[in-house]
């Protein structure tokens, strides 16, 4: 099994792109992903990577004023953790896992684009659109590894 951790704020409209890929993933019928839902990343969250072979978090990202924009989808290599919990990132959460257990899984991050940052539990149109397109890559996970970016 391969690990998914959504993370952001689901009050905060498409900061909570993450959490709601998570979810969705969740309920998939024969699923071969454990999932995660939280709100931010924390050091207790390397317990549960040591016990993976690939991880993929998934988060939203600041969208620019512009249409060319899209689901990212990056490889991720582990850097030096700090027990800092409002400083972890997917990168330092990796590096302390290391740390830890003496391993890390394969590691990903899927960004998608957020257009709305208000309170309101709801995802934008632009956003929603872009949380089918993380789901459809990683349902569809062999064929787009491949395509990730460092």
């Not at 951790?5 to 993933?25: H, K, P, T």
């Not at 549960?48 to 290599?77: T, W």
Request: hydrophobic share 45%.
């Amino acid at each position: 099994m391969s690990l998914v951790i959504g993370y952001g704020n689901s009050l905060r409209s498409d900061d909570g792109a993450g959490i709601a890929v998570a979810e969705a993933i969740a309920q998939w019928p024969g699923n071969e992903f454990r999932t995660i839902a939280c709100h931010q990343l924390l050091p207790e969250l390397a317990a549960e990577l040591a016990n993976e072979q690939m991880v993929i978090f998934v988060d939203a990202y600041p969208a620019p004023n512009s249409e060319d924009v899209g689901v990212e989808l990056r490889f991720l290599s582990p850097e030096a953790a700090t027990l800092h919990p409002h400083s972890l990132t997917p990168a330092t959460l990796l590096g302390l896992c290391q740390q830890l257990y003496g391993h890390h899984p394969k590691a990903y991050w899927l960004l998608i684009p957020g257009h709305e940052w208000h309170f309101s539990e709801q995802l934008s149109e632009a956003t929603l659109a872009e949380v089918q397109q993380a789901l459809w890559l990683i349902r569809n996970w062999n064929d787009q590894e491949a395509l990730c970016t460092s």
